[in-house]
């Protein structure tokens, strides 16, 4: 369990971390997964944690602490800005979708409102992420 | 030849063509990836660049507006760390999403990429039939399920 990849999802909706968990424990289980429930909280999961994550998903809109405003604070770090972090929101207006990119989303991807369209987005985003793209490993120095 | 995802799914109703600047040194591996792309029949338009001081002078130049770039790592003149640092580094062109698309698998690299920028790391099989799988799902994910930048 410790060495597989921990993946951090950063979302508010409790229906959507409902799915979200459903879905993963249906799934071969290829990483760790952590919630969060707005930035804050992610902030002190990310000071605290045994081992660093390999990969987040962050919802676009938060209460308190918006999800771009997290990501500026991951790329300025010089211990997180390694993480890859996947945006996702209901409303992807262009402007909203270039600033997720300008300001260091890796991927940015529309969270549908329909359970079984959410399913099947968030598998493929899950079996892409694990399968076929290297993602970065907690080094010795990552762990504490 | 494997069945794309895009028989299913189909594309976003964007008006403005897929553009993807594939920035390899290797003429033999250019090649498999047009065929790759040929032979499963998908939307848009594969441009290379021969390394990453060709890719540069592509987007300078206004020559190519891409929604996607894949990067190798080891090239000539100007190598793919390097031109990923210039890029995401560029107020023009840093929220153009880069793959790596390289033979290595270096740990200490795929790290690297992370930091300087890079969207997604994958690997690039040595075998033309786990190429096309791979460049399938690369494709798919990224036109089918992932929101681009730069496309209206």
């Known amino acids: 369990m410790a060495d597989k990849p921990l993946l951090m999802v950063v979302e508010d909706d409790p229906d959507h971390r409902f799915i979200m968990n459903w879905s993963y424990q249906k799934s071969t289980q290829l990483c760790s997964l952590l919630f969060a429930e707005d930035a804050e909280q992610a902030l002190l999961y990310l000071d605290d944690l ?42 992807p207006r262009k402007e909203i979708i270039e600033h997720a990119y ?12 329909d359970r079984g369209d959410f399913l099947h987005i968030w598998n493929t985003v899950f079996d892409f992420w694990n399968k076929h793209s290297q993602l970065p490993k907690a080094t010795d120095d990552m762990r504490r | 030849m494997i069945s794309p995802i ?14 993807i600047l594939i920035v390899e040194d290797d003429e033999d591996d250019r090649e498999l990836l047009q065929i790759a792309f040929n032979e499963g029949n998908y939307k848009g338009e ?17 020559e190519v507006d891409p929604s996607l770039l894949l990067l190798d790592i080891n090239m000539p003149r100007l190598n ?31 790290r ?10 994958v690997v690039k099989p040595q075998n033309f039939q786990r190429l096309t799988e791979i460049w399938d799902q690369v494709y798919s994910y990224w036109t089918q399920m992932i929101q681009l930048p730069f496309r209206e």
């Not at chain 1, 990501?71 to 972090?85: C, E």
């Not at chain 1, 300008?102 to 409102?113: C, D, I, L, R, S």
């Not at chain 2, 001081?53 to 130049?61: C, D, I, T």
């Not at chain 2, 690297?112 to 790391?121: H, K, P, R, T, V």
């Open chain 2, 112 to 121: 690297q990429a992370y930091e300087l920028g890079a969207n997604s790391y």
């Open chain 1, 50 to 91: 045994p081992t660093y994550p390999s990969l987040m998903l962050l919802d676009y809109q938060l209460p308190g602490l918006d999800g771009v405003e997290l990501l500026k604070q991951i790329r300025r770090s010089a211990k997180w800005k390694y993480l890859p972090v996947v945006m996702f929101s209901q409303f």
């Open chain 2, 6 to 19: 895009i028989a299913t799914i189909p594309l976003p109703a964007y008006s403005k063509p897929l553009v």
């Open chain 2, 46 to 62: 594969l441009v290379f660049a021969n390394d990453g001081e060709h890719a540069w002078q592509l987007l300078k130049n206004g």
């Open chain 2, 80 to 110: 793919g760390m390097e031109f990923l640092e210039r890029i995401k580094s560029s107020a023009e062109f840093k929220a153009l999403p880069i793959l790596m698309f390289t033979t290595s698998s270096n740990e200490t690299m795929i």
């Open chain 1, 102 to 113: 300008e300001n260091g989303a890796n991927a940015f991807v529309t969270k549908p409102q």
